[in-house]
């Protein structure tokens, strides 16, 4: 499949092959063990990680792994990915996802890289970010270690967006138009002062014809 990417949006090689390892993977399978146990911290640091018994210098350089794996933010913050692993029906999946953005290189030499690869993968390494044999050795490992904890043969994991704020419906964002008819007027309350300029006259009857004039043509309608 050829993919074709906007210019603007093409990675960097370390966006497509990080260069985050650890010395040691000794204790790497626990502690991805132990964001499925556990709850998510606010940050997760340094301090979180002895919380939760490891405590070794080795095992601190798996905070900027989390960080270019996004599971967690620059600032330590879980990010969406993180809360996705800790579903563990979803686990190996997620991490599959993860690998193949980070270790993106890593697969262009095999669809599913497995330890039959690992000279392949090791001089891609070195070639990449010009580090030495020790340093692509210990990379290699650390990708093998996180492959043991995904599955690539699975389906593709769901987006990860947990607690992405779902979209309103489109009833709720389109105003309701009313017609001409569903505007009803409200009834009108007229008033009307009327003036009467009455003749100077001694003649009773001149104003009584005034006055029975206003009651039929006024009052009474």
Do not use: W
Request: proline share 7%; charged share 25%.
């Amino acid at each position: 499949m050829v993919t074709f990417r906007n210019p603007i949006e093409t990675k960097t090689r370390q966006e497509m092959l990080t260069k985050r390892y650890l010395t040691s993977t000794k204790n790497l399978a626990a502690i991805m063990s132990k964001i499925v146990e556990g709850t998510a911290p606010k940050k997760f640091t340094t301090a979180h990680l002895k919380s939760l018994g490891f405590k070794s210098s080795s095992d601190q350089s798996v905070l900027p792994l989390l960080k270019d794996l996004r599971f967690l933010s620059d600032d330590g913050t879980p990010l969406p990915r993180y809360h996705a692993y800790r579903d563990a029906s979803r686990s190996r999946a997620v991490m599959a996802e993860a690998l193949r953005e980070a270790y993106e290189d890593l697969f262009h030499i095999s669809e599913k890289p497995g330890p039959g690869n690992r000279a392949a993968m090791q001089g891609k390494i070195k070639s990449s970010h010009n580090v030495s044999d020790r340093v692509a050795q210990l990379s290699a490992t650390t990708f093998l270690a996180l492959l043991s904890l995904a599955d690539l043969d699975g389906p593709p994991s769901a987006p990860s967006q947990v607690g992405r704020k779902e979209p309103a419906s489109q009833e709720s964002e389109v105003p309701t138009r009313k017609t001409k008819n569903d505007i009803v007027s409200p009834p009108l309350d007229l008033r009307y002062n009327v003036e009467i300029h009455l003749p100077a006259s001694k003649d009773i009857e001149v104003y009584n014809a005034i006055f029975r004039s206003l009651k039929e043509h006024l009052l009474d309608e």
